[in-house]
T-cell receptor, first 117, second 114 residues
């Protein structure tokens, strides 16, 4: 069975602050894929990043950065110098390779980020 | 627009009625997924198609739910004899055939059963 836990239900920050969204996952698969999606009020899930389990190199893309630590089963997401437009619900998701999980995404319950002006 | 398209965006129906939703995936994507999302929760997997073949179905997909993907293009999700518990956002996603590719989501159909 797969599980994704996003312990932070809601986070509020003031614009220009840095914020880190936590994600912890469980899987028995040795190869798996991790994702982050953003869901603005319009409802559409917007893909942000995919990370393969065999690639632990952290990644930075503009104001976004991701810290993947296999030893602690965590895949955290940091927004630097947050902006009001970053306000959304952020989901961490996992896809394994074993039968029954190889195609479906297992999502966490999401973190509502509010960036105040 | 080459993204995933879902229709309608909103649907209000009376309990007991049947409803059908449509999803048009990104044209070159052979995988298509349906998810359901309730308020305050992450999306939950319902079913998956590889081309026209429905390969996986979640236990969440009761007998009142049926999905099709004729000719491996668009897909429909039908709910028969709707119940208030069916009220949710129904999301469609598509992806290429490789396992390490990301899925792209549509804007969803919000169903309200009154």
């Amino acid at each position: 069975a797969q599980k994704v836990t996003q312990a932070q239900t809601e986070i509020s920050v003031v614009e220009k602050e840095d914020v880190t969204l936590d994600c912890v996952y469980e899987t028995r698969d040795t190869t798996y894929y991790l994702f982050w999606y953003k869901q603005p009020p319009s409802g559409e899930l917007v893909f942000l990043i995919r990370r393969n389990s065999f690639d632990e190199q952290n990644e930075i893309s503009g104001r976004y950065s991701w810290n993947f630590q296999k030893s602690t089963s965590s895949f955290n997401f940091t927004i630097t110098a947050s902006q009001v437009v970053d306000s959304a619900v952020y989901f961490c998701a996992l896809r394994g390779r074993s039968s029954g999980s190889a195609r479906q995404l297992t999502f966490g319950s999401g973190t509502q980020l509010t960036v105040l002006p | 627009d080459t993204g995933v398209s879902q229709n309608p965006r909103h649907k209000i129906t009376k309990r007991g009625q049947n409803v059908t939703f449509r999803c048009d995936p990104i044209s070159e994507h052979n995988r298509l997924y349906w998810y359901r999302q309730t308020l305050g929760q992450g999306p939950e997997f319902l079913t998956y198609f590889q081309n026209e073949a429905q390969l996986e179905k979640s236990r969440l997909l009761s007998d009142r739910f049926s999905a099709e993907r004729p000719k491996g293009s668009f897909s429909t999700l039908e709910i028969q004899r709707t119940e208030q518990g069916d009220s949710a956002m129904y999301l469609c996603a598509s992806s290429l055939g490789q396992e390490n590719t990301e899925a792209f989501f549509g804007q969803g159909t919000r169903l309200t059963v009154v």
